[in-house]
């Protein structure tokens, strides 16, 4: 079986991390869809992002790195992944990750969204207040995997806030 994680991971966290370690548990394969989202704006640009993924992966055959700009339930089509999996933190994740699910599942009725929760240590953690940490220069460290971590630094020319 196979199953898309989509996102625009900017930057890729501990906490899809996490997500996808445990979903690499319940699947042969799995497409890491880095969408392009008309409504973001991008700390770090779409190749930087692959090859982060592709870098912290490297070792694992399962996982496939895609992009796509078009619905997320056709780009799973086209991959044959019959599974979308989403992360949530919270209930105001839950509402918003369930709406999406119900429109992808009315658009296409035989792709279902797997939920797998945050685990309690990466709650806090989202790309956007990541980004937020990096613009003052702060320690992100704890945020986000080492590799990624140590090119943002050098990236963004500074050593982090202890």
Known sequence: MNA????SFD??????LSILNRALLLFDKVYVALGTNSEKKSLFPLRQRIEWIKELFAYNSKIEVITY?????????QYNAHFLIR??????DFEYERQIGLINKTLEPQIETIYLLTLPEHTHISSSMVREVIKYKGNIDNLVPEIIA???YKIQN???NL
Request: charged letters at 20%; glycine letters at 10%; hydrophobic letters at 40%.
């Open 4 to 7: 898309l994680f989509p996102g």
């Open 11 to 16: 930057p890729f966290t501990m906490g899809h």
């Open 69 to 77: 700009d078009t619905l997320t339930v056709a780009i799973a089509k």
């Open 87 to 92: 992360g949530l933190r919270t209930a105001v």
């Open 150 to 152: 140590k090119e943002i």
């Open 158 to 160: 500074y050593e982090p």
